[in-house]
């Protein structure tokens, strides 16, 4: 999971500046010189993922809504790779970000916790690899949108995704976020 999550975000710390700041984590963390900066670099990137959760969900519905097929064709595989792009920036950063900071720290912290910890961490990275397999499947779609039998891939996909964001709040949560 990670290497192929790897490869695929490869382009998030490789991109050029301009790039980089649309990417909430490069261009919007509080400086470094300001006291108790860690902590509040933590959470801010925690609240603005969190919002990009909202972009997840909002993209989802649209789609799973009926109201893509209302769409052109080019404007449904817009819409689809937007979601795709919008949902491997979010398993990125929350792999790469959030639990690289959060769950590390809290795992020295919380010995009591370390078995919850990690069961829930491991039950997150089946979501990921249903987000990988996801866009792995729609990069199979040139330019046309994929037909009905799709939808049970987004079904299948949003319920997985359902239950990470439950997983991830009970994490948060644990590490006092």
């Known amino acids: 999971m990670d290497a192929r999550l790897a490869t695929r975000t490869h382009k998030l710390t490789t991109a050029p500046a301009q790039e980089q700041s649309q990417c909430f984590t490069h261009k ?3 400086s470094p010189g300001r006291a108790g900066c860690e902590l509040e670099a933590c959470e801010f990137l925690v609240s603005k993922w969190r919002l990009q959760r909202i972009e997840v969900r909002r993209l989802l519905l649209q789609v799973l809504s009926g109201e893509l097929l209302t769409f ?3 404007d449904q595989m817009q819409t689809l790779r937007a979601l795709c ?4 920036d979010y398993v990125s950063i929350g792999h790469f970000e959030i639990y690289g900071r959060i769950l590390p720290r809290k795992l020295r912290a919380d010995s009591d916790r370390h078995a919850l910890l990690q069961h829930i961490f491991q ?3 089946k979501s990921t690899d249903a987000v990988l397999t996801f866009n792995d499947r729609l990069q199979q779609f040139d330019n046309a949108p994929p037909g009905p039998a799709f939808r049970q891939v987004l079904i299948r996909l949003s319920r997985a995704l359902l239950l990470r964001f439950a997983l991830e709040e009970q994490l948060l949560e644990l590490c006092g976020h």
Do not use: C, F, Q, R
Not at 85 to 88: A, K, P
């Open 28 to 30: 919007l963390l509080p």
């Open 72 to 74: 052109a064709p080019a």
């Open 85 to 88: 792009s919008e949902l491997i």
């Open 123 to 125: 039950s997150i990275g």
